[in-house]
């Protein structure tokens, strides 16, 4: 009778155990807030905001081989040149990864907007931004220009 009572009481623990880890990964894992559709240009000068997580990471590898890591501040500006470049938030854990495709020189920005950063371009030129779900294409968004 002991050792079934043992056993319940490991049982327990354990369930009770992964719960908390399950709890814990959740709570820790970046979120990335993606622009809201049917957006239009004079309202939206944000490309994607973020929670304030410890840094950025930026390659032009979808597995991260070499990434360039940036702690995120305020006002803080990442120039990106023509390529494609993959991102994603990291701190515990990693949100998903979002892939840019840059074909003239650009500059963005982090804002802070209270519990989160918001890039937004920080050029004196309006982007053109197309936005893809899973490869497939969903909407093009015009980002104004710093100023704006």
């Known amino acids: 009778m002991e050792e079934k009572t043992i056993r319940k009481i490991d049982i327990a623990l354990i369930a ?19 622009p809201i559709g049917n957006t239009n240009e004079a309202s939206n000068s944000v490309l994607f905001s973020f929670g304030k997580d410890d840094l ?33 938030i990291s701190g515990i854990a990693s949100s998903e990864t979002r892939k840019l495709t840059i074909l003239s020189e650009i500059n963005l920005k982090l804002r802070s ?3 989160v950063y918001e890039v937004i371009n920080g050029g004196d030129t309006k982007l053109n931004v ?19």
């Open 56 to 88: 950025i990471a930026i390659d032009d590898s979808p597995e991260f081989l070499s990434p360039e890591e940036i702690h995120a501040k305020d006002n803080l500006s990442i120039i990106l040149k023509p390529g494609v470049y993959y991102l994603r």
């Open 130 to 148: 197309d936005i893809y779900e899973n490869e497939s294409y969903k909407e093009t968004i015009t980002l104004g220009r710093k100023n704006e």
């Open 113 to 115: 907007a209270g519990r």
């Open 16 to 34: 009770a155990a992964l719960v908390a880890i399950t709890i814990t990964i959740n709570y820790a894992i970046p979120y990335v807030i993606s």
